[in-house]
C-alpha cells in the first residue's frame, strides 16, 4: 500500500473510532471572522419562558452586555412560584427538600457552577460569583451555600407551601423513582448574544421532581447543560440530564458548529446519539437549542412538547420545537 493511501485510510479509521466521522470538512474560510445576520441581541431560552426572554432581550437592547442579560433573565423564574422546576416553589426531591443547581458562562470562556444548594433562589447569580469573586468553577451544596451568605443572599425557604402540597400527594403513590415523563421539564436555559458580538449562556433548575437526595443532573455542568465558545456559538439542553451527560451534549454541539455544520443541524445530530445508545423509542425528554455567532438559532428534542422562547423586535416569540416523535 502506498503511503498516502495508508495513511488517509488510518485517518479515516481514527476519525470513525473518535465518533467524529460524521463531522463535515472545516471550510476552507474558517479563520475568518464570521458575518453576523444582524446586529440586534438575539436572547433564546428552553420552553415558554416569554417574561425571562423578555427580560434578557430588553437589556441587551438598553446596553447591557450578554453575561448579566443571561443571569437577570433566568432570575425571572427562578423567583416565579408557579415554575415547579425552577428556584423558590420548585419540586423537592424525594425526602422533601429542594436543592438548586445552576450554571453561567461568559464569551470569555470563564464559568462557574453551583449544585445542591439550598435555601438560595437565585442560583445563577451566585454561579457567576464562583466564576468572578473564586479560583474555582464548582462549588457543591453546604459549601456553596455559605459562599452565597458571605456574598449578601438572603436565606430563604425553597419549599412553598403549594410544593409541599404535590410532594405529600406523590409520596401516597409509593412510587419511590423520579418523575420522568415528555412533558414535564427540568431546566431552563438561556442563551444571549449582544450587540457587540458576545456570547453569553445560563442554566438554573431543581432538576427532577422527587430525585435521590444528592442527586445532580446535567445543568450545572459545563459542558453538558451548557456551553459557550465565543469563536463558534453556544448550546443548552433541557430533560433528563443523565442522557444528556452521557452525550456531552452542549459541547457536542459547539464542536459540530465548529466544523460547519448549522444550530438546527447540530441539535439533530446531538439527538441522534442520545437515542443511538437508547435502542427504541424512550420514554425520556431531552431537548437542546443552540445559536452561532452569526445569530442563527436551532432547536431539536426526542418527543414533541418541547418549545423554545426567542426575543425579536421587542417581542418575545414562543416556537415548538422539531422533533424525531
Known sequence: ??????????????????????????????????????NSPLSIGTWNCPEAIQTSGQLMDQGIPALEAVVKGVAVEEANEDNTTVGIGASPDRSGLVTLDACVMDAKGDCGAVMAVENIVHVARLAQHVMEDTPHVNLAGVGAEEFAYNKGFPKTPLLTPAAEKRWKAWLQKSEFTPEINVENHDTIGMLCLDARGKLSGSCTTSGLAYKMKGRVGDSPIIGSGLFVDNEV?????????????????????????????????????????????????????????????????????????????????GKAINVPSASVY
Not at 7 to 31: C, D, E, H, T, Y
Open 1 to 38: 500500500m502506498k503511503r498516502r493511501n495508508f495513511f488517509s485510510k488510518m485517518s479515516v479509521g481514527v476519525s470513525g473510532f473518535l465518533g467524529i466521522g460524521l463531522l463535515q470538512a472545516r471550510p476552507q474560510n474558517w479563520n475568518a471572522k464570521p458575518k453576523r445576520l444582524t
Open 233 to 313: 456559538g453556544a448550546a443548552t439542553a433541557t430533560g433528563l440530564g443523565e442522557a444528556v451527560i452521557k452525550t456531552v451534549g452542549s459541547f457536542l454541539i459547539v464542536e459540530l458548529m465548529r466544523n460547519g455544520w448549522s444550530p438546527q443541524k447540530a441539535c439533530e445530530e446531538t439527538i441522534r446519539r442520545i437515542l443511538s445508545k437508547k435502542g427504541g423509542k424512550p420514554d425520556f425528554q431531552v431537548g437542546f437549542i443552540a445559536i452561532n455567532i452569526e445569530g442563527e438559532k436551532g432547536a431539536y428534542s426526542i418527543h414533541k412538547g418541547f418549545s423554545y422562547t426567542y426575543y425579536k423586535s
